[in-house]
């Protein structure tokens, strides 16, 4: 009898093991579709990453390089239940741009014919590009509700300045921009928050040290009381080059190498970034190159991150 | 013995027949390779078409819309037999680029950083918008050897006037331009010389009719002589809505209905077009929508013209 007592409450501990092990799978904040996740040449998989609240369809997508070969991709391999035509035009509430650089936009502008009304947000700087030398009447017809005449109104630019956190449009989620050094360029960084969840993602950065900038140290500075309270549920970071590539022609991108120093900074004003979820974003083929740097990230990871490889069309939740 | 005669004779005329027809086959003197087809919204198949002389690996790019995917699927298809980094950097010679609109050069953007030294060839004003719009090192790095500084100087900008023919560096072919109206843009067609044979290809266009244009006209009586003297192997010329489609929005261009019309005033010229190779390029996405145009070219080809669809990856010769 008292065998069975124990039986008994040997069994209710592995159940209530296995139910809070299972709320802890369930307790994801985002899901993410990554439409395209290469760094170059393949015009079929360009950056461009979808992001809503778990259980919600109210995405936004972050760069949008590649969208209708990457949808499609989703749409077969289940990652959606709609059709293309739905993901495109009902799924994705707005477009958030880190910076102009085709790889990052090329979808946007090839799909507009057929997308739905909704808005482009991003640096002032970055839709002034998009303004000025894509949705121009030369090199497509204007689809935006500013720029050269005549306004075909579908897209509605919305500039984001850093230090304000704003409401996104038709969604549940709020987003604070942080720029970044992207050689010549300003890139963008992207906090979105859903509740009291968050997730970042960056465009094409250079590392502070070859830049000669503080903006990684800034925005590590912000993002760590985050990572402290164990808010931030994932880094979309850039790695574009192996360790190989000379700092003179990283051209404002990171390697192995740089991403491991700038993780250390976090961890420092963090405390630990042990098991943070970094998702290693723009890796540039060939294919012998991004082995390269999956082999290099893997071999030199003393802060225990917790490195994922996105795929094209296989949804991720955090 | 006079029967074993007959036999004999007629099994040597069956094979000088035979050795004709095959001369005949062998007889092509184009090939070309699509590298992407459609006109609108896969960013993995837009407008490329890659031309040689038959046995000459020295192409030539029409438009360049997506070069890498479709490259990938050409040599997956056995359409090459080396490698995709070699077709791109030692079989394309140089390109030809009708219009700026983006789906006819985002793959020649995308790939620059792989690219070889090469010329890019088109209008003096389709240019200007390259210089302009996307080597400007705020879309893209400036890979030209004009524009903004610094330049990489990887492509030589060659601005083409019409009325002239020219030969095609690193290449056996010459290259004549014609203007074509393409609602507010002015859009190309190329007539490739390869010895005594011509291909002619249209980057989009609308009818004269709709354009209150004569360009069209303009270049049906220049190539006519050619279709007469059988010299022309092939048109390639675009049709990117069905008949539906409401005059005010065809964006400059053209129908199943426009291209016969427009085949017609060539016939006129020409005397008969019977046969004529017309590869049909650019048809605008839902598969609804291809299914229609195909088969309202089809109901409706008095003229007998050989209507032929391109397919990315798939040799043809012509």
Chains 1, 2 share one sequence.
């Not at 039986?7 to 307790?27: D, G, P």
């Not at 170059?40 to 259980?55: H, K, Q, R, T």
């Not at 700038?262 to 970094?278: D, F, P, Q, T």
């Amino acid at each position: 009898m008292r065998l069975l007592h124990k039986v008994f409450l040997s069994l209710l501990l592995c159940f209530l093991c296995a139910s809070l092990f299972a709320q802890v799978k369930i307790a994801s904040s985002f899901r993410m579709v990554p439409l395209g996740v290469l760094g170059g040449i393949d015009e079929s998989n360009l950056s461009a990453y979808m992001v809503a609240p778990v259980g919600s369809n109210n995405y936004i997508c972050m760069d949008a390089g590649t969208l209708h070969a990457g949808i499609e991709k989703a749409v077969t391999n289940k990652a959606f239940t709609t059709s293309a035509e739905q993901v495109l035009k009902k799924y994705i509430k707005g477009y958030f741009i880190t910076h102009a650089h085709l790889d990052h936009i090329s979808g946007l502008i090839i799909n507009s014919p057929d997308d739905s009304i909704k808005t482009i947000y991003g640096l002032k700087s970055t839709l002034e590009t998009v303004k000025t030398h894509y949705f121009t009447w030369e090199s497509w017809a204007n689809f935006a509700d500013d720029g050269g005449a005549p306004l075909l109104k579908k897209y509605h630019y919305k500039a984001l300045e850093p230090g304000n956190e704003v409401a996104i449009d038709n969604t549940t989620m709020q987003v604070q921009v942080f720029p970044l050094s992207h050689s010549n360029l300003t890139s963008t960084a992207f906090l979105v928050r859903s509740n009291d969840s968050y997730i970042l993602y960056l465009g094409d950065t250079g590392a502070d040290e070859i830049e000669k900038s503080h903006n990684m140290q800034n925005l590590w500075q912000a993002v760590a009381p985050l990572v402290k309270a164990n808010k931030l549920k994932a880094i979309m970071i850039e790695v574009s080059f192996p360790n190989e590539q000379p700092d003179k022609t990283l051209f404002g991108h990171l390697t192995p190498r740089l991403l491991m120093n700038e993780m250390s900074v976090l961890a420092k004003l963090a405390g630990s970034v042990k098991g943070l979820n970094v998702v290693v974003t723009h890796l540039k083929p060939p294919v012998a190159s991004i082995t390269k740097i999956k082999a290099q990230l893997k071999a030199n990871n003393p802060l225990g991150l917790n490195l994922i490889y996105p795929q094209q069309g296989k949804a991720l939740e955090f």
